[in-house]
Each structure stands twice: as C-alpha cells, then as structure tokens.
C-alpha cells in the first residue's frame, strides 16, 4: 500500500507555450516538477496542519499567490474533499525575480506550502481531493496541472520538520515590523481606480517592493515602482475589474506585503489619508 505521501500526485499535465516552437522538444512535466502532500499533524484545537510541497527542477520557478507582472497566479481547489470545513494557507515569504524588464514574485527550487485543514468532524480523517493549478517558469512558462487525492489521518504521520520550517518563514505582522500607518488614497481612472499607498515603518532592507491586493481575485492589480523616503513607503497600484465596469473598494480590504532581502511584512488594511 501506498504511504499518503507517494500516493498524493494522481497525474499532471502540462500544457506548453507556444514560446517552444522551433526551440526543441519541450521537457517531460515530471522532469521539471514534482507535486506531493505532506500529512503533518493535529494541533491543539482539532485543525490538521499539513502542507503542499512542490519540488522544482534547477533553474525552474514557480509563482506566489499574486505572481507579479508576467507570473501565472496558482489556483488551489479542494472541492473534491471529504471531511473539511474550510482551509487556510500560509505562505511564506517569496523573492523577488526581475526577468526580461519585468518583477515576478515566487519560489526557485522548492515551495512548501503550510495547509491548516478544519475538519467537519474531529477525530476523523480528512480526505484531501482536487486540483491545483500552477504556473513553473525556466526561460519560458508551462501551466501545470495536477490531481491531488490523499487521506489525512487523525493521528497524522510523517516528519514535521519541513512544514515547521515553512510556518516560520512567514512575513512579520505589521506590529512586529513596528509599522506606524499605513494611508491608502484612492481616485477613479477610466478603466478602474488608482491607489497609492503610504507605509510608515521602518526599513526592511534594500530595494523594497509593495505587492498590493484585494480582497476580490478578479480585480487586476498593476503594480509600479516602490520609493523610500525616510520612515515611509510609497507605492503606486492600477486596479482594474475583469469585469470592466466600476466597483467599489473597501480600504480595510486592502491588503499590502512588502518584501526586502528574504523577508516580509504582512499589513491587512488601510486609512485613507
């Protein structure tokens, strides 16, 4: 019998660009990446904390929950599951990648991705199915896709050592970052609205960058130059709904990490000025 790990990557497809025409044949999807489940633990309050792991070939990347400019956002759906409540996802802090003139926001090498699992019975194991959804970049993009089903059991199994090592790379609070405010104004565009932010903390580190988002997936955020002066961070975001029509923002929706030297700060919300 197959141990839950080995048994968490059903298939994969990859789907190529048309960027590999005349460029050779495009590589195998299981040469480039390698998706499993690690079935981690139950905590104190009966969650199963558990954790994707997406292991790259060299030189591969993938992408963060708001990929940046250029970068395939992922997409994980566990509707297929059995036993759960609803799921969180820790991610922890990505790098930075300029490619080609353009910022991309991910992981080089490997991803381990902390799950807290809430199941709909305590006690019983938790049947963990779906899809997931993902972009790996080399010099050009593939999407990926794979079929995840795998049984978590109530006593969980396996080293924690990784997924406890992901769940300490998270972004600081905005208080442990000592962040004073955080003022976002905002002003209608023709296609959408334009917002600036202004992050009064100290600095991270060199050539920060502010990744904004909203509480909506389908609004697209375009990002622009992050610039420092002294205490305060300052960023520039287009917002625009795929829809194309107008839509209203809720400033302590807003969402702000800003991201320096292999850290992050994670600040939910903001005033207006």
């Known amino acids: 019998m197959k141990s839950a790990i080995s048994a968490a990557l059903v298939a994969l497809a990859a789907f190529i660009t048309p960027a590999f ?51 395939i956002p992922p997409s994980l759906n566990w509707q297929g599951s059995g036993n759960l409540a609803a799921v969180k996802f820790h991610w922890p802090v990505p790098e930075v990648f300029q490619t080609s003139g353009m910022q991309t926001i991910g992981y080089a090498h490997e991803l381990v991705l902390p799950m807290t ?25 593939m999407p990926m896709d794979a079929k995840i089903s795998v049984e978590l059991p109530a006593q969980g199994g396996g080293s924690k050592a990784p997924i406890k090592q992901a769940l300490r790379a998270r972004p600081d609070t905005a208080q442990e970052a000592g962040l004073k405010r955080a003022v976002c104004e905002v002003e209608p565009t023709k296609k959408g609205l334009r917002v600036t932010v202004k992050i009064e903390m100290p600095q991270l580190g060199p050539n920060e960058v502010v990744v904004v988002e909203t509480a909506d997936p389908s609004v697209w955020v375009s990002e622009r130059a992050t610039k420092r002066q002294g205490r305060a961070l300052t960023t520039v975001a287009d917002l625009v709904s795929s829809s194309g029509k107008p839509f209203l923002l809720n400033r302590s929706n807003l969402r702000m990490t800003v991201l320096s030297a292999g850290r992050g700060v994670d600040i939910r919300g903001c005033t207006g000025s």
């Open 21 to 71: 025409s005349g460029s050779g044949m495009p590589p195998a999807p299981e040469d480039v990446v390698k998706i499993d489940v690690l079935p981690g633990w139950r905590d104190a309050q009966g969650h199963h904390v558990a954790a994707l792991r997406i292991q790259l070939a060299d030189g591969w990347k993938t992408y963060w929950r708001a990929p940046g400019e250029a970068g």
């Open 117 to 141: 699992l809430v199941p709909k019975t305590e006690g019983k194991p938790i049947s963990l199915s779906g899809n997931v959804n993902l972009g790996v970049c080399l010099d050009v993009c």
